[in-house]
């Protein structure tokens, strides 16, 4: 005997879950309370952002920037990299659509800052980071 049931045939409905996180409170050192959608990618940027690729075990090899390769090198050459490695970092994240808009200046000798918008599924957010080289 077979046994009949409707399994098969039932329809399946994806729903895409709200984006959600607990909240790092980087002033007190204390994670408590939850984040939801464009606080939660903005956390996740800066994570991404400050987490070296291929450096820890507990995030796979898609998760984090690679900046060791551009200590010592030339202006332009870093302009280039960080362009191509923040967009492939933060991309990984599938709330993160594009990155655009880069805007480097030089604060100090050996110190890059780099501004840039990420686009997100929940809206827009003004980015930045520095970049000792």
């Known amino acids: 005997m077979?046994?009949?049931n409707n399994l098969i045939s039932t329809k399946l409905e994806f729903v895409t879950q709200p984006s959600r996180d607990f909240k790092i409170d980087m002033l007190n050192n204390r994670i408590?309370?939850?984040?939801?959608?464009l606080d939660a990618v903005r956390q996740a940027v800066f994570m991404?952002?400050?987490?070296?690729?291929y450096n820890t075990v507990i995030h796979?090899?898609?998760y984090g920037m690679e900046l060791k390769g551009l200590y010592g090198k030339r202006m332009g050459y870093v302009q280039l990299e960080l362009t191509r490695r923040i967009k492939e970092a933060l991309t990984q994240d599938e709330r993160i659509i594009d990155v655009t808009d880069f805007v480097f200046t030089y604060p100090m000798k050996d110190i890059i800052k780099v501004e840039f918008d990420v686009l997100t599924v929940h809206g827009?957010?003004?980015e930045s980071s520095e970049v000792n080289i």
């Open 124 to 126: 827009l957010l003004k």
């Open 32 to 37: 408590g309370g939850m984040i939801t959608d």
């Open 2 to 4: 077979i046994p009949v």
């Open 48 to 53: 991404i952002l400050n987490t070296e690729r």
């Open 60 to 62: 796979s090899w898609n």
